[in-house]
């Protein structure tokens, strides 16, 4: 009897770098913070679609465009994006590849990031700047759900490779990444304090 996987989906999930995440992270810590009471468009926004948290995701999403900071950001994550491509076999056909997005998310005790994904790119993902105690996980969905119709429940001692989810811990210094298709969520954050983290997405051009 021969049983292989096939069309598996693979979540890249590692150090942002080997050492000085501490000082790096708290430069960025200070700049988010900075961006959010600079940011009076994104509060207004945050207010009607992102209820008791704060993005810049529709006002300041181009942030490694304006800040050196943010640019050194994008410098390290690249690098990682271009192991990840690999990892997937991916063909670019000589095109580059190139960071179009990047924002700030900060969340306060009770803030939901409801389920979503991140249409027009390619590869998306988060690094993770301050994430106290009992901060929520980023919660994955198989992308075949809405397809197994009829199939039954998964055992109780399901096997990793065949559960319906997938959480990885928010842990400040690491760095998340996942093709863009794929569902996510981030539950309400159980932590008297802010979990602050930068999302982002890639293009091939």
């Not at 501490?22 to 992102?50: H, M, P, T």
């Not at 990682?80 to 670019?92: G, P």
Request: aromatic letters at 12%.
């Amino acid at each position: 009897m021969t049983i292989r996987p096939w069309f598996p989906t693979f979540i890249y999930y590692a150090d942002l770098q080997p050492k000085g995440a501490a000082v790096f992270n708290r430069e960025l810590w200070e700049e988010c913070l900075q961006i959010r009471d600079y940011d009076r468009e994104g509060q207004r926004w945050s207010k009607n679609s992102y209820p008791g948290g704060y993005t810049s995701y529709a006002s300041m999403a181009n942030l490694h465009k304006l800040s050196s900071t943010f640019m050194d950001l994008e410098a390290k994550i690249t690098k990682h994006v271009h192991k990840y491509i690999r990892h997937l076999d991916m063909d670019l056909r000589g095109k580059k590849v190139e960071m179009t997005d990047c924002w700030v998310n900060i969340m306060p005790k009770q803030v939901v990031h409801s389920l979503h994904l991140h249409p027009l790119s390619f590869i998306s993902g988060t690094y993770y700047v301050r994430t106290p105690r009992n901060a929520s996980a980023i919660k994955f969905e198989d992308p075949r759900l809405s397809k197994f119709m009829a199939a039954p429940p998964k055992r109780a001692d399901c096997r990793p490779v065949n559960q319906t989810h997938a959480k990885y811990k928010a842990e400040a210094g690491k760095l998340i990444l996942f093709e863009s298709w794929l569902r996510h969520e981030v539950s309400a954050n159980q932590s008297e304090e802010e979990r602050i983290s930068i999302s982002f997405n890639y293009d091939w051009r």
